[in-house]
């Protein structure tokens, strides 16, 4: 579905931030994208969707393939066109719109009938968003905004979907609805690419993950794989502190305590 292969971004011409990042997202799959703040997640997504001229960013080696379209020679509408949606970090709702017309606009190139069809089919998922279709979405509470986040990426029936940090800032039972929905996203067949500060959330959603530092790939693995590795249940599942060093830190200094021992 989405082939990433030897990717590096720079900013502002100067700053490197990705470093020959490669992975792979398959059809019908979800696949996490963890790492620290700074990583370079969030830059990935934008390379993938073509929003990085917004940010003064550019791709200087590297492709970007999906379904055989070479995403780093289109513009972003032929992006989202093609079957690829994101839901952005924040949410970036249209606060001063209503419910109704973010999620036209999530379909602006869908015919009038395609639109309502799937107006009306997401209202049935979230009543609460049918409830207040005609109030603006800035009066939403946080998760019923990220569901509409969520739902306007959909209105695009999207093949591939980028969730960038979809449980940030919400309520444990909010993110267990977020998880839920994912989920059934994925039952319907569209694939998932999840960035996603909780770890323990992410890999009890994904089926491989890629763990990233420093705009580079350090490592990857099955789902049940990074569960059962010891640096990633201390750094990033709590188990053991791990917080105050980095991925790669928390490995030298196991290492280093294999050799003395």
């Known amino acids: 579905m989405l082939d990433i292969a030897h990717l590096e971004v720079v900013y502002h011409g100067v700053v490197l931030v990705l470093r020959g990042v490669s992975l792979h997202v398959p059809q019908g799959q979800v696949v996490a994208l963890l790492g620290p703040n700074g990583a370079g997640k969030t830059t ?24 055989g379209l070479d995403l780093a020679s289109v513009r972003p509408d032929e992006i989202v066109a093609s079957g690829v949606a994101q839901v952005m970090e924040g949410r970036r709702i249209l606060a001063d719109l209503t419910v109704e017309e ?3 606009a999530g379909a602006h190139h869908a015919p009038r009938g395609q639109i309502r ?4 089919k997401h209202y049935a998922r979230f009543p609460v968003l049918g409830e207040r279709r005609h109030r603006a979405a800035g009066y939403l509470s946080g998760g019923e905004q990220q569901m509409l986040a969520i739902t306007r990426a959909l209105m695009s029936r999207p093949k591939l979907l980028l969730l960038d940090e979809p449980s940030l800032g ?16 994925r039952s319907e067949g569209v694939s998932i690419l999840l960035v996603e500060q909780n770890a323990a959330m992410a890999l009890s959603l994904c089926d491989h993950g890629y763990i990233m530092e420093n705009g580079q790939i350090v490592l990857d693995g099955s789902a049940d794989t990074l569960k ?14 791990g917080d105050e060093h980095s991925f790669r830190e928390v490995k030298h200094y196991r290492r280093r305590k294999r050799w003395l021992s």
């Not at 997504?45 to 003064?56: I, K, P, Q, S, Y």
């Not at 919400?170 to 996203?185: H, K, M, Q, T």
Request: a negative charge.
């Open 44 to 67: 990935t997504l934008r390379a993938v969707t073509g929003l990085l001229d917004l940010h003064e960013g550019r791709i200087t080696k590297g492709t970007l393939s999906y379904g």
């Open 228 to 241: 059962a590795n010891e640096d990633i249940q201390e750094f990033y599942l709590g188990t053991g502190g």
């Open 170 to 185: 919400l309520a444990p039972r909010i993110v267990a609805e977020v998880a839920d929905l994912i989920r059934e996203i």
């Open 102 to 104: 973010n999620l036209k």
């Open 117 to 120: 069809d799937d107006l009306e």
